[in-house]
T-cell receptor, first 112, second 111 residues
Framework: DAGVIQSPRHEVTEMGQEVTLRCKLI?????LFWYRQTMMRGLELLIY????????DSGMPEDRFSAKMPNASFSTLKIQPSEPRDSAVYFC??????????FGEGSRLTVL | GENVEQHPSTLSVQEGDSAVIKCTYS??????FPWYKQELGKRPQLIID?????GEKKDQRIAVTLNKTAKHFSLHITETQPEDSAVYFC??????????FGAGTRLTVKP
């Protein structure tokens, strides 16, 4: 398995534009987490899914953020409209019943 | 939800010395406590974990202890080496639910 795959690895966009980050889970994993990492706030849990169902989205900063899991192996995190304070590295991580999380390489977002 | 606090935020040790990082958690239902290492520009990767049915686990130079009564757990690195320099994160959750991370500890090992 190639591990958790995220795209794009880097994105630079202008304020007000829509941003879509993508994540492919490891085959057989049933949980999916989205985290945002900044120097100031560390690794923040935004939302997580179990068996494609969103369980807790209390970490999603605002209505501008939305996440979906249209099937068992794929998820998207969308920011619309984007703002400069959204600049961060966004990680997705997948896991199974054991609890261990496997992280993707992250998507570095810069909003100008 | 779970809340995890981690100390210290930065730690500098001399090569060969030991390093200890401590975390506390709030949710008594949490039963899984992993530690992740993140090197600069890379993804966090699991280095060791412990479950609530044991009090200590060791893997070569790394050990983790858990005190469920006090709701705290610690990472111990012995005989530190320069390649141990990284940011270390503790986390707590229930199986694969609600995995929350501490704020991280930046460890620097001076040669």
């Amino acid at each position: 398995d190639a591990g958790v795959i995220q795209s794009p690895r880097h994105e630079v966009t202008e304020m007000g534009q829509e941003v879509t980050l993508r994540c492919k889970l490891i085959s057989g994993h049933n949980s999916l987490f989205w985290y945002r990492q900044t120097m100031m706030r560390g690794l923040e849990l935004l939302i997580y899914f179990n068996n494609n169902v969103p369980i807790d989205d209390s970490g999603m900063p605002e209505d501008r953020f939305s996440a979906k899991m249209p099937n068992a192996s794929f998820s998207t995190l969308k920011i619309q409209p984007s703002e400069p304070r959204d600049s961060a590295v966004y990680f997705c991580a997948s896991g199974d019943y054991t609890g261990e999380l496997f992280f993707g390489e992250g998507s570095r977002l810069t909003v100008l | 939800g779970e809340n995890v606090e981690q100390h210290p935020s930065t730690l500098s040790v001399q090569e060969g010395d030991s390093a200890v990082i401590k975390c506390t958690y709030s949710d008594s239902a949490s039963n899984y406590f992993p530690w992740y290492k993140q090197e600069l520009g890379k993804r966090p990767q699991l280095i060791i974990d412990i479950r609530s049915n044991v009090g200590e686990k060791k893997d070569q130079r790394i050990a983790v202890t858990l005190n469920k009564t006090a709701k705290h757990f610690s990472l111990h690195i012995t005989e530190t080496q320069p390649e141990d320099s990284a940011v270390y994160f503790c986390a707590a959750g229930y199986n694969n639910n609600d995995m929350r991370f501490g704020a991280g500890t930046r460890l620097t090992v001076k040669p």
